[in-house]
């Protein structure tokens, strides 16, 4: 069945470093891919997205990029902020069902 | 517009207690999807409806059921509570996420405590 991969975390960095938090997919057809951020005692908010291959999500800062051939759907921001603090969840869109099917999220932790 | 509202915010039940939570969809929307957030199993789909129908299910045990009404809003039931149902329930609004490329907005949740 469909399935989505992160990196694990905890993933600490300093104020103003790059970040990348990787996410690989499997799934039959063309799902939409998904960024997806919780704050602490919060539900989850939709970071960015794509919809078909080589589509570049970006929105605060942040981006990322369908590759179909790689199957991949990598988070990247060029300086965080303390603010950024907050664990991501990667997600697809089932073809089939439309359910979103997320990976098991990376939290993000950043020091001043 | 407004987003999605989710009641209670917060619950503490007893095993063996049922339990109702209240999802109201951004207005228009028609689909209303539910998540459940536990540390050990992650985000994990319940159900969705769209226009008063289950539409798809997860794999959860029948003790979870739902509704929608002809407002779109959507209550989900939890009967007989087990220790294991205590989590972070995830509602989610959309046009219709059948269609794929459709994005889902999520409530800010109800957190379930079973004791």
């Known amino acids: 069945g469909d399935s989505v991969t992160q990196m694990e975390g905890p993933v600490t960095l300093s104020e103003e470093a790059f970040l990348t938090i990787n996410c690989t997919y499997t799934a039959t057809g063309y799902p939409s891919l998904f960024w997806y951020v919780q704050y602490p005692g919060e539900g989850l908010q939709l970071l960015l997205k794509a919809t078909k291959a080589d589509d570049k999500g970006s929105n605060k800062g942040f981006e990322a990029t369908y590759r179909k051939e790689t199957t991949s759907f990598h988070l990247e921001k060029g300086s965080v902020q303390v603010s950024d603090s907050a664990v991501y969840f990667c997600?697809?869109?089932?073809?089939?069902?439309?359910?979103?099917?997320f990976g098991q999220g990376t939290t993000l932790q950043v020091k001043p | 517009k407004a987003g999605v509202t989710q009641t209670p915010r917060y619950l503490i039940k007893t095993r063996g207690q049922q339990v109702t939570l209240s999802c109201s969809p951004i207005s228009g929307h028609r689909s209303v999807s539910w998540y459940q957030q536990t540390p050990g199993q992650g985000l994990q789909f319940l159900f969705e409806?769209?226009?008063?129908?289950?539409?798809n299910k997860g794999n959860f045990p029948g003790r979870f059921s739902g509704r929608q009404f002809s407002n779109s809003r959507s209550e989900m039931n939890v009967s007989t509570l087990e220790l294991g149902d205590s989590a972070l329930y995830l509602c989610a609004s959309s046009n219709d996420p059948g269609v794929g490329t459709d994005t889902q907005y999520f409530g800010p949740g109800t957190r379930l405590t079973v004791l």
């Open positions: 409806y769209f226009s008063e129908t289950q539409r």
């Open positions: 997600a697809l869109t089932s073809t089939n069902t439309g359910k979103l099917i």
